[in-house]
Structure formats: structure tokens, C-alpha cells
């Protein structure tokens, strides 16, 4: 009966490298918001020369937008890496982000949700630019879909900070 148990721990222990595929994945996606990014900087360089300071404001916010996702992914794909699959061996790279290996999921957590609230308060600047192409009920929805995540936010936090107490 020992030899099935640890047989059945062995084989739950190992599965964590199904995970390993999704944070790859990742990875791949990564690549192609690099295109998504490219296909920005590209569209907003006449912009810059030709366009209002109105519409060379929402090209830089794209730019961030993008960068914001790009950041969030690799933060998401290091710490999930590490969390749930296996540590990743580059301690003495001289590169190596500081709160790589000290991010927990509690506060992977408060990463995520913080990144989707800065991305969430981009995209309703980028709106507040251009008001005149939105009826007021859709900036009405802009404003209560940022404040839900900004109030998720701060409630992750309390339950955060709650728990550990």
C-alpha cells in the first residue's frame, strides 16, 4: 500500500509539468505583442509630425499599453513558473530581477490586479481624449469598469492583508 501511495504522490508531485506548456505559451504570446507593439511604433511615428498633441498623447498611452500587458506577462509567466512549476536556475545572472523568487502567489496576485488597474486607467485617459467619439454612457461604462477594478484592488489588498494577520 506505501508503494501505491508514493507511486499516486509521485505522479500528482509531477504533473505541475503540465503547467509548463501554458507558461511557454506565454512566452509565444509574448513574441507577438512585440508585433502588436511594432505595428504600433510604426503607425504612431507620423503622428508625431503631423498629428494634434491630442492624438500624439494617445499614441505614447498605446505604447504603454502595450508595454504594461508585456510587463504583466513576463511577471505572470516568472512567477508562475516558479510558484507552481519549478525554480528557475539563474541566480547569479547579474540580470536577474530582484523579486524574481520572491514573488508568492499572494503576491502575484496583487501584481496582476495592480497592472490591470493601471492598464484600466490608460485605456479611460485614452477615452477622456477623445470624448467627443463616445456618448456619455459609454464613458459611463469606461469609468465603472475602472472603478470595479480599482475596488477589487483595494479589496484583494485588505483580504491580502487580513490573511496574514
Same mark, same amino acid.
Given at each position: ?12 508531485? !509531477?504533473?505541475?509539468?503540465? /503547467? ?22 510604426? %503607425? ?18 498605446? /505604447? ?6 508585456? !510587463? ?10 516558479? !510558484? ?11 540580470? %536577474? ?13 496583487? %501584481? ?23 456618448? !456619455?454612457?459609454?464613458?459611463?461604462? %469606461?469609468?465603472? /469598469? ?20
Amino acid at each position: 500500500m506505501k508503494k501505491a501511495e508514493h507511486f499516486l504522490e509521485s505522479f500528482m508531485f !509531477n504533473s505541475r509539468w503540465l /503547467l509548463a506548456p501554458f507558461y511557454l505559451g506565454l512566452v509565444l504570446a509574448l513574441a507577438l505583442l512585440l508585433v502588436k507593439f511594432a505595428k504600433e511604433f510604426i %503607425k504612431f511615428v507620423p503622428v508625431v509630425f503631423t498629428g494634434e498633441p491630442a492624438d500624439v498623447i494617445i499614441g505614447v498611452l498605446s /505604447l504603454i499599453d502595450v508595454v504594461m500587458i508585456a !510587463n504583466l506577462m513576463i511577471i505572470i509567466v516568472f512567477a508562475g513558473y516558479e !510558484n507552481f512549476v519549478s525554480k528557475i536556475g539563474v541566480n547569479d545572472h547579474e540580470d %536577474k530581477p530582484e523579486w524574481m523568487g520572491h514573488v508568492g502567489f499572494s503576491d502575484l496576485k496583487m %501584481k496582476i490586479i495592480g497592472s490591470i488597474v493601471a492598464i484600466s486607467g490608460i485605456e479611460l485617459l485614452k477615452a477622456f481624449m477623445h470624448t467627443e467619439a463616445m456618448s !456619455n454612457e459609454q464613458l459611463a461604462w %469606461k469609468i465603472g /469598469l475602472h472603478m470595479t477594478f480599482v475596488v477589487s484592488g483595494v479589496l484583494f489588498a485588505v483580504m491580502d492583508r487580513l490573511s496574514h494577520k
